[in-house]
């Protein structure tokens, strides 16, 4: 879906193009300056959008975890270790339980990065929120973390 959404802009931007370049507009420069600039507007907030959210990628290492978004990174978040309390394994996320596909908050819910059905990681956090997340081998990912944050927890003092 997110590959005809991604089509769909670079349509719009084509189109604005093209009116741009070679355009027979009689309805006079303003109007035309409006539909190059709204299609080419929409055609690259349609594609970034989609474009950004075809796939996630979690990285762990040793003080924070980070995720990022699509091809270029962005929208990108990191989150110190020390802010995790918990990492809990979601085998079924779907877009509805976050209202839509993306980047994502509800008061009640907290944070998520949704980018398909299925399984997704559940980070516990400091200040009593969550953050969520969709990502392939969720159920390894939050394997890694609680290791990571069993090693930074100082042990008992003697």
Sequence with gaps: MQWLLA?????CLALGIEL????????????????????IAAGLLVLFGTLAFVHVAVRVDDDCLEVRCGHMGLPRR???????TGADFAPWVTPRQWGGWGYRWLPD????VVVRRGEGLIL???DGHT???TVDNAEAA??????????ATPGPAH
Excluded at 7 to 11: K, P, R
Excluded at 109 to 112: D, F, L
Excluded at 142 to 151: E, S, T, W, Y
């Design 7 to 11: 089509c769909t802009g670079a349509a």
């Design 20 to 39: 741009a370049v070679d355009s027979a507009w009689t309805s006079g420069e303003a109007a035309l300056v409006m539909a190059v600039v709204g299609c």
């Design 78 to 84: 990191r989150i110190p270790l020390s802010n995790i």
């Design 109 to 112: 819910k907290g944070t998520a």
């Design 124 to 126: 516990r956090l400091g």
């Design 131 to 133: 953050f969520t997340v």
């Design 142 to 151: 939050v394997l890694v973390i609680r290791r990571r944050l069993k090693a």
